[in-house]
């Protein structure tokens, strides 16, 4: 709805805003209500559960036989995975059904070259977590980089300001060392279904306000965002074959979905999708191909986190057009593209047509 977007975009320009400057605490709930989230909070933990399990380990190359055997070798693209729980793969039994793992696999098959996946993702991580990842996965100099943060935030009561700042500075780091990033927004965590109203209208109001800030900071600093929003929501209300046993976790189907969302962007970030020729310079009016739209950024940030599968990116990522964003909802890649075989654990060689994979 108009109306709930346009306050939607001046509470994420206000968060963004004192992320950059350094402004105090933003008030986002009346403290009447503290009490009561407080009890309705330990009732979903108890409802959600915990998963005894880690996430299974995924590093490694991918896909060396998309490699052209008549040209020189050239080396692995470089895929760095940075967040929480999600990012790293909570939830499934085999390396290979980690979103990292899926999107390295459609990565070598788009790009016709062999990648290197390295997660630092980890469980329970949130934004105050990514200088110690980042400072990991710099290490390796990745090419691009896979970002998903902000539902601990949340879950936490990170202050969603110091959140954004701490996102949109690993953003500016990454790419002033030449990485691309593409970051998954907060998911609306009113979506889970353990949780319940009025804890489940608060989570949706409060991750869509950090969905759309983290936007903000993350085009301003040089990225892309993709809303994951209700991705996982309205699909999967009947299937619950979609979760993990704690109902809260995607299973490698989910975890599937997600990465057929996000690898497009991915591949758009390395000049490896299709793009047609748009406006150099973003100013009011300026004209968008069928299916996108240039939106002030933070008006587009506020849309998007309404809406599953957005990506924002920045008009001119390199001068003033970081204030405009394209706004454009990408088709998602068939599940072919993302489903390969990965590498054996401790096997950094393993082909993803070889049919090796880490059962």
């Not at 963004?16 to 209500?33: E, H, Q, S, W």
């Not at 691309?180 to 353990?194: A, F, M, R, S, Y």
């Amino acid at each position: 709805m108009p109306g709930a977007q346009d306050s939607r975009a001046r509470v994420a320009r206000r968060i963004a805003t004192a992320a950059a400057y350094g402004g105090g605490g933003l008030g986002l709930l009346g403290v009447g209500l503290v009490g009561l989230l407080l009890t309705e909070s330990k009732l979903a933990v108890q409802a959600i559960g915990v998963l005894e399990t880690v996430p299974p380990k995924a590093d490694g190359v991918y896909g060396e036989d998309f490699a052209d055997r008549g040209a020189p070798p050239r080396p692995p693209l470089v895929l760095a995975v940075l967040g929480d729980s999600t990012g790293a793969g909570l939830g499934v039994a085999r390396g290979r059904e980690t979103p990292g793992a899926l999107l390295a696999s459609g990565l070598a098959s788009i790009a016709e070259r062999p990648v290197r996946l390295v997660n630092v993702a980890r469980s329970g991580g949130r934004s105050a977590d990514l200088p110690g990842q980042l400072e990991r996965a710099l290490r390796h100099r990745p090419d691009v980089a896979v970002i998903i943060v902000g539902a601990n935030d949340v879950t936490r009561h990170s202050p969603a300001q110091l959140a954004v700042r701490q996102l949109g500075e690993a953003v500016a780091a990454l790419r002033a060392n030449g990485c691309e990033v593409v970051v998954g927004t907060c998911p609306d965590l009113g979506t889970i279904k353990p949780v319940r109203p009025p804890l489940r209208w608060v989570a949706r109001r409060l991750s869509r306000q950090l969905a759309a800030a983290q936007t903000i900071a993350v085009v301003e600093a040089g990225g892309r965002t993709v809303s994951l929003g209700s991705l996982l929501g309205p699909e999967f209300a009947g299937r619950p074959e979609m979760f993990a046993a704690d109902r809260y976790h995607p299973s490698a189907q989910g975890y599937a979905t997600a990465a057929m969302a996000v690898l497009p962007s991915v591949c758009a970030a390395l000049g490896l999708w299709p793009e047609e020729e748009r406006p150099s310079a973003a100013r009011p009016g300026a004209a968008a191909l069928p299916g996108e739209t240039v939106l002030p950024v933070a008006v587009a940030a506020a849309a998007a986190a309404g809406r599953a599968g957005t990506e924002v990116a920045a008009v001119d990522p390199e001068g003033p057009g970081r204030r405009w964003a394209l706004l454009r909802h990408r088709l998602r890649v068939g599940p072919d593209a993302v489903r390969e075989p990965g590498p054996v654990p401790g096997n950094t060689s393993a082909s993803s047509h070889t049919g090796a994979g880490d059962d």
